[in-house]
């Protein structure tokens, strides 16, 4: 299933994505896509529907982000090589966790807000998932079964704040705007391979990251895992797994940070493409 939030800002309807490529009106069945409406108990409840029978919604509406909210949004840094290195990093030793602030999530056509004064603000394309039940200290073997579905997800970064103003990555991470997700939550039955999909970010037509999940250092296995051994993961939480190479501070011999006017767009491979415009 692919599913989505459909309408104007704050007056979204949880709907389906069908097989023709018709959205449907979900909302008499799940009120909004967050928390324990995402579990995999209520999302295979949705599966049995008979999607025919859902009123088809008005073509031209706004699509928002593919989650309301979450409990926790959860990032993975330095989890691609060859990103690590246009970083200059170390290579982390397990999977690198940081914290995002979920007010910082948007729909995926929304505007991308640069914080007044930034002159840093960054592109990431990366994977992201949900977890669909309470998850403790489980093995790598079981890990993906904990997974209600994916999505494209962009890490928008400050690098300033993240690497100059002290204290975590967080505040390089939360400013307003700095989460779009979406545009669908496909359901991880739809997902045959999550670590064989293609990424890709462009600015303005131009290609500036293209790779796939399968150069992660830590795969969603590693990272589900490793994360349940430090904490309950949550059902609705987040899991964003890292970005490729082609970030603009890796640009070699002179960075280049998002400016007002940009058209961004980032895809991930069966999970839909994000485009909006930086101001």
């Known amino acids: 299933m692919k599913l989505l939030r459909y309408g104007p800002l704050g007056q979204e309807k949880t709907c389906i994505l069908d097989i023709e490529g018709k959205i449907r009106d979900l909302s008499a069945y799940i009120k909004d896509l967050s928390g324990d409406s995402v579990s995999l108990e209520n999302l295979n409840k949705i599966k049995a529907l008979n999607l025919e029978k859902l009123p088809i919604c008005p073509d031209g509406d706004r699509i928002g982000s593919c989650l309301a909210d979450a409990p926790n949004f959860f990032c993975i840094g330095l989890n691609y090589a060859k990103h690590a290195a246009e970083t200059g990093s170390k290579l982390p030793d397990e999977p690198l966790v940081f914290n995002k602030a979920t007010s910082a999530i948007i729909g995926p056509f929304d505007n991308l807000k640069i914080p007044k004064g930034s002159v840093h603000t960054d592109w990431e394309v990366e994977l992201g998932l949900v977890i669909g039940k309470p998850c403790y200290q489980v093995s790598q073997d079981d890990a ?97 797994t890292g970005t490729p190479e082609g970030v603009g501070a890796g640009i070699k011999p002179n960075p280049r940070f998002l400016r007002i006017g940009d058209t961004i767009e980032v895809e991930v491979e069966s999970l839909g493409a994000q485009s909006m415009k930086a101001v």
């Open 144 to 240: 993906l079964s904990y997974v209600s579905g994916y999505f494209t997800a962009n890490d928008v970064s400050e690098r300033t704040y993240q690497k100059h103003r002290s204290g975590q990555w967080v505040k390089g991470k939360s400013s307003p705007t700095f989460a779009p997700i979406g545009p669908y939550l496909v359901t991880a039955d739809e997902v045959d391979d999550p670590q064989n999909l293609s990424l890709k970010t462009t600015i303005n037509g131009k290609v500036m990251q293209s790779s796939n999940t399968d150069d992660m250092i830590f795969n969603l296995k590693k990272i589900i895992s490793t994360l349940s051994e430090y904490m309950v993961l949550r059902t609705g939480d987040i899991i964003v």
